[in-house]
């Protein structure tokens, strides 16, 4: 920061410059606050290239405040203390609807009244409260809650986030305002980060708490700059010199007014049957949202009642927390099993001591692969904290190291696939390690039929994981051609199979031969060919002969296709067995249309789209086939080439990429708008 001139203002400065200042805040508002914007990246980065330029020649005109000042200064040597002159309270903790209904029930007796009472009601974020100060509309100081009286001086970080505005909006704000509300991670930045560290072989960050935190810590500014930080706000401080709104809703939403990021979830409800109903509808919903949530804070709304409830032992008697089932547990792990996937890849599978976590009963835990193993430092009769958020798997993230046993002992790669023998090896430079039987190993080939006869593959109703389990047993099962000689009367043979089902097993088979080029090309199993690249194939080359007889060269012109899949896919078709086992599959009757050459009359030839988020009304991959039946290309992920992102709520890296990179974006509401122009929705 430029300190001889901290107390410089706007009306120092030209016109235009004024005015340049004013729209790059504006868009900075509506990107990092609103979510939206209005102008295309290219022209954002065209202002803030301009003003870096009037600046540079004219150093007298830099504002303490102008965009360009977020990341200024040198690392400091440590933080300063501040003191909260209003302390920071904590929350009450609330952990079942009788929790809630006592709390309820003493606000309702203090309050001598037995009507309903009005409560706002916010997800609790699960990062780290801090307090920012804005003095005539500056922000002049941002500190860590600390202990609530003492916190830590953070202004050279918070300065950083981009959704914290520097200078407040509109002009109606009190001449000393206190914000408070909480900096956390958004989970498709944490993972981003995670993933990037993990490559580098930095270090990783447990969970999207730790990485806002530790990243709030950081002495040097300009490594805050880099992590994805948002902040929230959820409550006010000190207030001089002007008032506020009467309630705590109405409060927020003023705040909103001036700049400030409030959570669109906040609402007021009345009554304790519609906090209870808020409580589940958001214990629902809380995978879906960006952020991480560990409960819901209940506050009385109006400042007037809390002001008459006031507070015990520093927590508000009018303010609760309704805590979610936690995301991490302890539990012991009590062995380490490897699984053999598709590919052969060896995955370490922890088995824990059941333990309640996010919600459900686990007893099992991906450790990923043998570097997270080590990463973590885990043994086997160590206890972890186990983790499961979000729609993933449970994750092991963490051993506690001091109570490791004295018998426990470390984990080991097995030499040979525990399932056939065969060698393990473990290319250079890739963490998985593979069993090398291929298809002669039981449980790559399990997988491979599994697959292929998977809901996005050939998709054969009633020949599921038990059924082929049974049919690999007995013999009846090696290669997926063998799906197709099976006889009724071999199926009736087998245990729990009556005519009916066996009839109707012999059908779904029958009927499945009708399939298409990508679903076929998708079954095949080919390392790294999932269903966009097995579209994309298909179309590309129109024929399966064509395809087969591609030169790496040829692939590498598919979209969305590089040197590694083109690779897996030439050597997949090199094979002789492979290319044995189609020719017989079409011997046994397994037929596609002849894919519809791209006219380019189809209403998107040419294009090439990306579809990323929720969606509502239909699943991606529905989507994805609307979309190729326009004739558009539908890639895996945004770059330059693209025409057209289709992004749901939860869109993340592909979003932002997009916005980056100019590339259109629509939501849900407006892509079944183009379907229903072509006649593809009701
Ligand atoms: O989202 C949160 N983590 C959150 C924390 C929230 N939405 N509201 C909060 N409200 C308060 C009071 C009622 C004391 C103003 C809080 C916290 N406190 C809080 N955060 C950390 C300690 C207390």
Known sequence: MNDQVSSMTDSAIPDNLRELLEKIRRLDYEYYVLNESSLPDSEYDRMMQL??????????????????????????????????????????????????AAFYKRLQDRMNTTGSLELACEPKLDGIAVSLLYEDGRLVRGATRGDGTTGEDITANVRTIRSIPLTLRGDDWPKVLEVRGEIYMPRAGFERMNDQAREQGDKVFVNPRNAASGSLRQLDPQLTAKRPLEMCCYSVGRVDGGTLADTHFDTLNALAGWGLKINPESRVVTGLDEMLAFYQYLLARRDELPYEIDGIVFKINSF????????????????????????????????????????????????LEP???????????????????????????????????????????????????????????????????????????????????G?????????????????????????????????????????????FELTADQLVELDRMGEKSASKVIAAIEAAKQTTLPRFLYALGIRE?????????????????????????????????????????????????????????????????????????????????????????LSRDEAKDYLQRLGAKVAGSVSAKTHQLVAGPGAGSKLKKATDLDVPVMDEAEFLEVLREHQLWQ
């Open 304 to 351: 007037q009642l809390q002001q008459r409830l006031g507070f015990v032992s520093r927590a508000p008697r009018w303010a609760i927390a309704r805590k979610f089932p936690a995301q991490e547990e302890m539990t012991r792990l009590l062995d380490v099993e490897f699984q053999v996937g598709r590919t052969g890849a060896l995955t370490p599978v922890a088995r």
């Open 439 to 483: 298809i002669h190993c039981d449980a790559q080939r399990r997988e491979a039929l599994k697959h292929f006869v998977s809901r996005r593959a050939l998709d054969i109703e009633g020949l599921g994981e038990k059924l082929i389990d049974t049919l690999l047993e007995k013999g009846l099962l090696h290669t997926p051609g063998d799906i």
């Open 529 to 617: 060919v999932g269903v966009t690249t097995a579209a994309n194939l298909a179309q590309h080359f129109g024929t399966l002969e064509k395809l087969w007889s591609a030169s790496e060269e040829d692939l590498l012109e598919v979209d969305d296709v590089g040197p590694k899949v083109a690779a897996h896919v030439e050597h997949f078709f090199a094979e002789p067995n492979n290319r044995l086992e189609i020719e017989r599959l079409v011997a046994l009757g397994l037929t596609w249309p002849d894919p519809k050459p791209v006219s380019a009359s189809m209403p998107l030839s040419g294009q090439t789209w990306v579809v990323t988020g929720k969606l509502e009304a």
């Open 51 to 100: 003003l870096i330029e009037l600046e540079a020649k004219h150093p007298e005109w830099v504002l303490p405040d102008s965009p360009t000042q977020r990341v200024g200064g040198q690392p400091q040597a440590g933080f300063t203390q501040v003191q909260h002159e209003v302390p920071m309270l904590s929350l009450d903790n609330a952990f079942s609807d009788d929790d809630m």
């Open 355 to 437: 333990v309640f976590v996010g919600g459900v009963t686990v007893s099992n835990a991906t450790l990923h692969n043998m570097d997270e193993v080590e990463r973590i430092g885990v043994h086997i009769g160590d206890t972890v904290i186990v983790r499961r958020a979000g729609d993933v798997i449970p994750q092991v993230v963490r051993v506690i190291e001091d109570q490791r046993p004295a018998d426990a002992r470390p984990v080991q790669l097995p030499e040979a696939c525990p399932v056939c023998g065969s060698a393990v090896e473990r290319v250079e430079g890739e963490a998985v390690s593979r069993c090398t039987g």
